[in-house]
Each structure stands twice: as C-alpha cells, then as structure tokens.
C-alpha cells in the first residue's frame, strides 16, 4: 500500500490560517524560545545518528508500562516527542503517523509518542485523534532528558502561552515549564540510533514518510 503524504500541506495550511492571524506581539513572544534554542545549538547537543539509546519504561495512556528494551526485541523503534495536547503543531504530527501506521507494522517498526504530559492527557489525546500506537507520560522529562531535548521556556513566552490557553504546569502536573524539543528518532535492534530529527522550530516537523522511508532501508 502507497500511502500519499499531505503532511507539509497540512502544516503550511494551518501557518497561514492560524498562525497568520495571531498578533504579532503575541507570536513573537510565542515563538521567542525558538532563537533561544538556535543560539545555544541545542539540537546538536541531542542524541544523534550512531548514538546507543539507554533502556527506559513509561506508562501509555491506560497504565500499562511500555519498556523499549522489550519493543526492540520485536523490531525497530520510531520515537517523536511532542510538546503536548496541547500543540497544533504535534497533533497535526500524531495524525500524519497515524495515517501511515499500516505501514510502519508492515515495516516491521513498533511507533511510540512521548510527552511530559499527564497520563489523563495522554488518554485524551489518545481518544480524540483516535490513535492506535502508544502515547507515553513522561512526567519531569525523565525520558526526553536522557536525550538531552529538555529546555525550560521563559519570559516572555510563559505568559504569552496562559494568554492562548496553554497552561503548561496544568497539563504537565509541574510547574517548572520544562518540554522538549520536537524530536523523531528511529531505534534499530541493537538501540543503536538510525535517524534523528531534531528541531528547535516547533512549527517545522519531518515528514513521517521520510521515516518509513529509512525504516524500510534498515
């Protein structure tokens, strides 16, 4: 099965409609971590290709403890981390992989999402888009700190969040308004990384088809 990605499009669509219409002000305070993170080369201080991945186990949106160690036992691992329900941008992402998520079965590849949301939240997320693949709590970005993602958002980005709703300390059950960066990664058998993506414009995300592409590679 061919599956055609209408990802980008769906990014780009959502910029102009949404983003587009936001006050200036409010999204430069908004978007103002992103040159933060440019600054001080954060993505290239994360894991990358060639680099082994430390076992780790979180819980998915109904409990259950998701280990990777037992997932790679089974076959490659694809892993984004996303900022939360609460990011258009990440929900726009969980769709597109779930569009294509035959595919990553059919490849062999077990797909994960983590955040450092609530396990409630990951439940809501997990029922609202529908998704089939498991959404893990990674509560104080246990998880995404091994990957060293972690950056904590400032002034005057945190009050312009509460502005538009995103009110970080409820979703995560922490009030030090720590995330990650944006990230894919897939994981081959040995937990060896094969493809990293890291981003600190959370609104610029790798096409899924890009992955599945690598995947099918291995």
Not at 79 to 84: D, Q, S
Not at 134 to 144: E, Q, R
Not at 209 to 217: C, G, H, M, Q
Request: charged share 20%; hydrophobic share 45%; net charge negative.
């Amino acid at each position: 099965m061919t599956v055609t990605s209408t990802f980008q499009q769906e990014i780009d669509d959502f910029i102009a409609m949404q983003v587009g219409r936001m006050p200036g002000p409010l999204l430069d305070d908004l978007t103002s971590p992103i040159a933060m993170l440019v600054e001080s080369r954060a993505a290239e201080k994360a894991l990358q290709e060639g680099d082994k991945v430390a076992d780790f186990a979180l819980p998915d949106a109904h409990g259950n403890l998701v280990t990777l160690s037992e997932l790679l036992e089974q076959g490659p691992v694809v892993i984004t981390f996303y900022r939360g329900i609460w990011c258009n941008f990440c929900n726009l992402e969980l769709r597109a992989y779930q569009r294509l998520l035959p595919e990553f079965i059919d490849a062999g590849a077990s797909l994960i999402a983590i955040s450092p949301q609530t396990q409630d939240h990951c439940l809501s997320l997990t029922e609202r888009q529908e998704l089939g693949f498991p959404v893990l709590s990674d509560l104080g970005n246990t998880v995404a700190a091994q990957f060293n993602l972690v950056f904590t958002i400032g002034e005057p980005a945190r009050s312009a969040h509460m502005k538009v709703r995103k009110d970080l300390p409820r979703f995560n059950n922490d009030d030090s308004w720590q995330i990650p960066i944006p990230a894919t990664y897939l994981i081959d058998q040995s937990g060896t990384v094969r493809l990293s993506y890291v981003d600190p414009n959370f609104m610029q995300r790798l096409d899924p088809l890009v992955i599945l592409e690598r995947l099918k590679a291995l």
